[in-house]
């Protein structure tokens, strides 16, 4: 580049150079202060950091193997609801002290949704249905899995003929197989045979998740934590305790139509319980 003499007799290009290499040595102390931070920050890190290799026990490996025979096997979708709990909560805080003096338990959340999903299952019964080879399978039963945690991971102990039985009946079965989940004396049997099930994120503060279809039923309704939101009810907003809910199914035998009344029947049956209670 040619050189413009100045009026000093300097040009401007060796001004210029002089800039250019400043700034170039500025660039490097500060890339060079960035460097050994970065070097002094890592070795902090990896000195205090260690890993620990543990095999897996046989119910995890167990879980794996079926969880991931689920994503391959099934053509797996979701879809949502939301269910104002208020009637619910104020049906437990009005009986609870009865229903415990009676048989010694409290009412849960879960009891409901059980009683709810069977109610469901009848009236959407492709959802209690499964595909077995080139057939679909009917239930004119619902044995329903309940997913309970345990120390050594999940289960899923399976309440039987829950179309039969009412909420006492259903609060004390499910006690019992929790009892007997957490000391560890859940049996193979006890497993064997749900047609549906329900996962309860809720008990750890889940606000939304998509469960995975527990093999080889079709649909898991995942239920989530209550938490108190603005809704619109008869043009006014208010605060309500609401749950959202998922239902995750087999697209290859259950139509998003099915799914979706499927849960608008158990946010009819918890936000009425006379619609379980009943038969309204």
Do not use: W
Request: charge should be positive.
């Amino acid at each position: 580049m040619a050189g413009v003499i100045t009026h000093s007799g300097r040009t401007a290009t060796s001004a210029l150079k002089r800039m250019t290499l400043l700034q170039s040595k500025a660039f490097v102390a500060r890339s060079l202060v960035a460097c050994i931070s970065s070097v002094h920050y890592t070795r902090e890190i990896i000195g205090t950091r260690t890993e620990q290799r543990v095999k897996m026990n046989r119910m995890r490996l167990r879980i794996a193997e079926r969880l991931k025979d689920a994503q391959n096997t099934n053509a797996m979708l979701t879809t949502f609801n939301e269910i104002d709990m208020s009637a619910i909560i104020d049906f437990r805080k009005s009986n609870q002290e009865a229903f415990s003096k009676k048989y010694g338990l409290k009412l849960g959340f879960m009891s409901p949704f059980i009683a709810a999903s069977a109610y469901a299952l009848k009236d959407q019964p492709v959802v209690n249905a499964v595909i077995d080879g080139n057939d679909i399978v009917y239930r004119d039963y619902v044995d329903i899995s309940v997913a309970v945690a345990t120390p050594k991971g999940l289960v899923v102990p399976v309440l039987r003929s829950i179309e039969n039985k009412n909420f006492a009946e259903i609060e004390i079965a499910l006690a019992a197989l929790g009892d007997k989940a957490r000391k560890g004396k859940i049996s193979i049997e006890d497993m064997d045979g749900g047609t549906f099930t329900i996962s309860n994120g809720g008990v750890f503060g889940s606000l939304m998740g998509t469960p995975i279809i527990n093999p080889p039923q079709s649909a898991i309704l995942g239920m989530h934590g209550v938490f108190d939101r603005p809704v619109a009810i008869k043009g006014q907003v208010v605060i309500r305790p609401m749950m959202y809910i998922a239902l995750t199914y087999d697209h290859r035998l259950i139509d998003g139509r099915e799914a979706v009344m499927f849960l608008r029947k158990i946010k009819e049956a918890v936000e009425d319980p006379r619609v379980i209670l009943a038969g309204l």
